[in-house]
């Protein structure tokens, strides 16, 4: 394990400009102090303007999952989930070593990654469609695998320019085409079939083919790191982000009920969407984070990231006492309140893990993470056994996540980093 030193000293010995991360920093012009309130400024303002589109485009999701039950009845809702299912645990494990690297590589590195992105992307939506007459879910999940990862390869461009609006408006926009295309072939359509409204909802990822590759024409291919770390990057978001996030829904299923998970599902997905405003943040800071190598100072306040994280956790405060003084079940009000505590942490980890990345600090992460998912579930399963039902599942993410900010703190403030040799 790394030994903790100090900047001064390390300054000292070599004459160069030490960060506070406890690594050598490049030399950077100091922006005054006005300038840098300035950028915060419209930082902030990107990064409204960025979660507004964000739930647009789920506002938009939510009125295609009612229109699929509506039209075609909870079975095939169902098929559906279960094909969406598998495109959501595929595509991202998939794309994480493209979509990590994209902010922090060189503009060549980046360029060559890219091309890779598309093809890849492009390779699972063939395949995809050449399942069609043998499996929906296998057609579906690829198609909407690759098709995200097409489509990132050409938003990410704006994602590491530090621009969270335009990422997140071109992600509505595609929502919203794909969406009212398969709406109106619902509604308008004598005996519509779920397949045919799925083509029509996929059809804006063929318009990313021709957009995306246009942009990576030229550029040779290359792959996202050598095969190690990409197993490293993908494990992550499999372990790290699926499971660690997810898995504790399947467990509470299995050891109470369908309620109990419904209840705690639904605190779980309203305060995770809350607490993405810290996603979209750091992503302002994307191309100085990325020049600095991961130098907090080249980053958001860390004042400014905390207050963030309060100001979540005080919305989802607000939620449950009006949860509370509804007629809806009480148990999910108390749930609520509970999580408050996980938005207002997972908002500050969402900047400290981009971080993190800029400073190619992979293995930490993935190791953190997976080591924390048996603690998690353990914990839960115990609450479980107490009788706490969808309150102890609230408690148990709550803790494993304030844990896993602990890791990221003690690694960003006192633990000196290697050099990136990728």
């Known amino acids: ?44 303002f990107k990064t409204l303007i960025g979660i507004a589109w964000m739930y647009g485009g789920r506002g938009v999701g939510l009125l295609w999952t009612f229109a699929l039950i509506g039209k075609l009845g ?22 994480n070593p493209w979509s990590v690297r994209a902010m922090r590589e060189s503009e060549e590195r980046f360029n060559r990654e890219r091309a890779s992105r598309y093809l890849v992307g492009i390779t699972l939506m063939a395949a995809g469609i050449a399942l069609i007459p043998f499996t929906f879910i296998g057609f579906l999940g690829l198609v909407v695998a690759g098709g995200e990862m097409t489509f ?26 794909g969406v009212g295309m398969a709406c109106v072939y619902l509604f308008a359509v004598p005996n519509p079939t779920l397949l045919g409204a799925c083509l029509l909802y996929c059809a804006p990822y063929l318009v990313m083919v021709v957009l995306a590759g246009l942009v990576v024409r030229g550029h040779r291919p290359g792959l996202p790191g050598p095969l190690r770390l990409m197993l ?42 809350l607490a993405a405003v810290g996603q979209s943040f750091v992503m302002t800071y994307h191309e100085p984070l990325r020049q600095s190598g991961g130098d907090l100072a080249a980053g958001p306040k860390i004042r400014t990231v905390v207050l963030l994280g309060l100001i979540v956790g005080v919305v989802v405060v607000l939620v449950a006492f009006g949860i ?19 938005g207002a942490i997972r908002t500050v980890i969402s900047v400290f893990q981009v971080i993190l990345y800029a400073q190619h600090r992979d293995r930490l992460r993935f190791v953190a993470a997976l080591g924390l998912i048996p603690f998690k579930f353990m914990f839960l399963a115990v609450l479980v056994w107490l009788g706490w039902g969808a309150i102890g599942a609230a ?28």
């Open 1 to 44: 394990m790394a030994e903790p030193r100090d900047p001064v000293q390390a300054s000292e010995a070599t004459g160069r400009s030490v960060d506070p991360l406890g690594a050598a920093a490049p030399e950077q012009e100091i922006l005054p102090d006005a300038e840098k309130t300035d950028d915060q400024k419209r930082n902030l």
């Open 74 to 95: 909870i079975s095939d809702y169902g098929l559906y989930a279960m094909a969406f299912a598998f495109a959501t645990i595929l595509g991202p494990t998939l794309d």
């Open 152 to 177: 990132n390869s050409y938003i990410s461009r704006y994602g590491r320019d530090g621009h969270p609006d335009l990422v997140y408006k071109w992600g509505a926009g595609r929502q919203f085409v």
């Open 232 to 273: 490293i990057l993908q494990g992550e978001m499999l372990f790290g982000t699926t499971l660690y996030l997810q898995g504790d829904v399947l467990l509470l299923g299995w050891l109470t009920s369908t309620e109990t998970v419904g209840y705690y599902n639904i605190a779980l997905m309203l305060t995770s969407a």
């Open 324 to 342: 509370l003084l509804s007629p809806a079940p009480p148990v999910v009000g108390w749930v609520m309140l509970i999580m408050a505590g996980f």
């Open 395 to 422: 408690v148990a993410t709550t803790v494993a996540d304030a844990a896993l900010l602990a890791v990221f703190t003690y690694a960003i403030f006192f633990f000196k980093r290697k050099a990136p040799t990728e």
